[in-house]
Every structure is written in structure tokens, then in C-alpha cells.
């Protein structure tokens, strides 16, 4: 079933911008996975890269973090864990680094 969902309406992977698109392009080659699941993975990253760093405006005067919220429906095999680890590995790399490196603020106010 998800497979004819694809097949019916492709995603418009060439809308993507040139360097997520490669990357897109890239992860469904060597996954075979979807290009909607690959770029769902890669518009999540590009997402948590940038929500600190910048906020919206929405038309009521509101304003929020730049962030974008997926869920993700497909069948067992079609390769969501394996693009998530594709696209989040080097946010899991930074968080180990940060977590292991001596937190000199906290050392700082509990001594």
C-alpha cells in the first residue's frame, strides 16, 4: 500500500534547496528508501539545526522557534530508522561530545 501512495504522487525532491536536494538525492540512491521519507529526515535535521538560531513571525504578531514537527507513516523495511541515523548522526556526535566535555558553569555554581 505505501509503495502505490509513492508511486501516485512523487515528492518534489527538485524543490527542494541544491544541497539538501543531493543529500536527498544521495540517501534514497544508497537506501532505495522513499524520496518523501529521505527528505522528511533531512528537512527534520535541517529543522533542529536551525531553531535556536532562528525565529518566525506569523501574521497574528506571534513569534517562534524555526521548527518543523514530522511524523513519519511507512511500513517496517523501508528504511526510517536507517535515514534518521543518516541525517541526525552528527546532532548524536555533538550531544556525546557536549555530554562528556567538564560543564565549567555547573562545576562553577555547585562548588
Known sequence: MTNQIYAQSPFPVWALPP??????????????APPALAASSALAAASLAVQTKFDVKRLS?????????FISFAESGER???????????????????SKAPNTETAEVTS
Open 80 to 98: 526510517k530508522t536507517t535515514l534518521d541515523q543518516m541525517f541526525f548522526d552528527s546532532f548524536r556526535q555533538f550531544e556525546e561530545a557536549v
Open 19 to 32: 544541497k539538501m536536494r543531493a543529500a536527498v538525492e544521495e540517501a534514497t540512491l544508497v537506501t532505495q
Open 61 to 69: 504578531g506571534l513569534v517562534s522557534p524555526c521548527s518543523l514537527f
